[in-house]
């Protein structure tokens, strides 16, 4: 990953609250669904890290994050809703990881994130090893969501001082959580045409 310049940093922060607040909004959704117990016990810890984090940013920047007034509908499938939350958290870590080149200082965030993705990856290993219904409905899911996902890069990368690198952040995003739909098996190699 690039480390981008100082110059960003105010770009990066925003992106981060915005991230962060759709996360927080996102697990406390999955968690009015019927999910395995270890499953719940993790979203709460994970929504506790979110407002965690959401709090940080929110003083840093000297702003409050938007509140929907409403939760978003989520799937009632766990298979489908892991898949919606490991790409969301994927993103939020490829974010991390650029937020931390500049401000070390927050490095604390990324390792929470790595947290959160590696949660989803080993339970959407295990959907997909068990095969069947289960890991149809995850695969379907994620060719859905990958269909959506470079919009959502495009509205995150959206801001002046991000200008001179979006191509190179976008390329790079797209192909690194492609490559970990497609590691998992989520997606084929040959079927995101969005990688490039």
């Given amino acids: ?17 915005r991230a962060e607040a759709m996360a927080l909004w996102a697990v406390r959704s ?6 395995p ?3 719940q016990s993790f979203l709460q810890r994970h929504e506790t890290d979110e407002q965690d984090h959401l709090r940080q940013f929110e003083g840093m920047l000297g702003t409050l994050s938007q509140r929907p007034a409403s ?7 766990w298979e489908m809703l892991a898949v919606l ?3 969301y958290e994927a993103l939020g870590l490829e974010f991390a990881v650029l937020l931390a080149g500049i401000r070390p200082d927050l490095s604390d965030i990324l390792e929470d994130e790595l947290v959160h993705v590696g949660f989803f990856e080993k339970e959407l290993t295990t959907i997909l090893a068990g095969g069947g219904v289960g890991a ?9 969501w990958w269909k959506k996902f470079p919009r959502t890069v495009d509205r995150y990368l959206r ?8 191509s190179q952040l976008r390329a790079h995003m797209l192909s690194s ?3 970990r739909f497609i590691s998992l098996g989520l997606l084929t190699d040959d079927l995101p045409p969005n990688l490039h």
């Avoid at 480390?3 to 925003?14: F, R, V």
């Avoid at 999955?30 to 999910?35: E, H, I, K």
């Avoid at 149809?136 to 994620?142: E, L, M, N, P, V």
């Avoid at 801001?159 to 979006?166: C, E, G, N, S, V």
């Fill in 30 to 35: 999955a968690q009015t669904q019927q999910l």
């Fill in 85 to 87: 939350l490991f790409g």
């Fill in 177 to 179: 959580i492609g490559q």
């Fill in 71 to 77: 939760l978003p509908t989520m799937p009632s499938q």
């Fill in 159 to 166: 801001d002046p001082a991000l200008t001179p690198y979006r």
């Fill in 136 to 144: 149809r409905q995850a695969r379907d899911a994620a060719r859905s």
């Fill in 1 to 17: 990953m690039m480390t981008l310049p100082q110059t960003c940093e105010q770009a990066l922060l925003e992106r981060f609250l």
């Fill in 37 to 39: 117990r270890h499953v």
